[in-house]
């Protein structure tokens, strides 16, 4: 499975961003698709995820009600839309594929890593 992360950017404080992550190469229906962020001298920590085919999400404490993840199944595409963005949002934000039906917020807990995308918050 190849995945291609895009829509980061600058923004200001109280913005939106939507992010996306295109799947290629293999079959994802079933699986666990989910949203990573590591901010510079951190590590990478869970932001979001879903079942892509039942629809089942769970979101970090620090984005819930904010952050909403949602998938294309005809393009078999992964979004993070970010609404109402902090400082402290900013990082380089990573979609993964874990190989299993359930959710799980550890990192090693997926098998798949797309390449990251840049977002920065201004205040």
């Known amino acids: 499975v190849q995945l291609q992360a895009c829509g980061g950017g600058l923004v200001q404080a109280g913005g939106s961003l939507r992010l996306s992550c295109a799947a290629s190469?293999?079959?994802?229906?079933?699986?666990?698709m989910g949203w990573f962020r590591q901010a510079p001298g951190k590590e990478r920590e869970f932001v979001a995820a879903?079942?892509?085919?039942?629809?089942?999400?769970d979101y970090a404490d620090a984005v819930k009600g904010r952050f909403t993840i949602s998938r294309d199944n005809a393009k078999n595409t992964l979004y993070l839309e970010m609404n109402s963005l902090k400082p402290e949002d900013t990082a380089v934000y990573y979609c993964?594929?874990?190989?299993?039906?359930?959710?799980?917020?550890?990192?090693?807990?997926?098998?798949?890593w797309g390449q990251g995308t840049q977002v920065t918050v201004s205040s």
């Open positions: 993964a594929v874990r190989t299993a039906w359930n959710i799980v917020t550890r990192v090693n807990g997926y098998d798949y």
């Open positions: 190469g293999g079959a994802i229906v079933g699986y666990a």
């Open positions: 879903m079942i892509w085919s039942g629809g089942m999400t």
